[in-house]
């Protein structure tokens, strides 16, 4: 079966950075694309980034463009996400999700990890 485990999450400084991993299995992890979602304290689910099968093509909101970068190795199926610059906006508990085709965009939410939880506070 399908299985997704975030890791990488922590207490950090504003400015700072974190690199979150998520480690893949039971599926052809480069057949797929990957996302990354977040959900703020009482907010709802943030898309985040997504990348396609292959890592060639990479998406991201306003919200993190030039701050987070995704990437993925397939020798390894795992998918990261660097987060640099990071602000107490970006608190939030981080879903690593398969998407349900190779192109990882618009992102189609398939299955889901536990979520790796983020606090950005000084």
């Known amino acids: 079966q399908v299985q997704l485990v975030e890791s990488g999450g922590g207490l950090v400084q504003p400015g700072g950075s974190l690199r979150l991993s998520c480690a893949a299995s039971?599926?052809?992890?480069?057949?797929?694309?990957m996302i990354w979602v977040r959900q703020a304290p009482g907010k709802g689910l943030e898309w985040v980034s997504d990348?396609?099968?292959?890592?060639?093509?990479?998406y991201y909101p306003d919200s993190v463009k030039g701050r987070f970068t995704i990437s993925r190795d397939n020798a390894k199926n795992t998918v990261y996400l660097q987060m640099n610059n990071l602000t107490p906006e970006d608190t939030a508990l981080y879903y690593c999700?398969?998407?349900?085709?190779?192109?990882?965009?618009?992102?189609?939410?398939?299955?889901w990890g536990q979520g790796t939880q983020v606090t950005v506070s000084s």
């Open positions: 990348i396609d099968g292959d890592g060639e093509s990479t």
């Open positions: 039971g599926f052809t992890f480069s057949a797929y694309g």
């Open positions: 999700v398969k998407d349900r085709d190779w192109s990882g965009h618009p992102p189609q939410y398939d299955h």
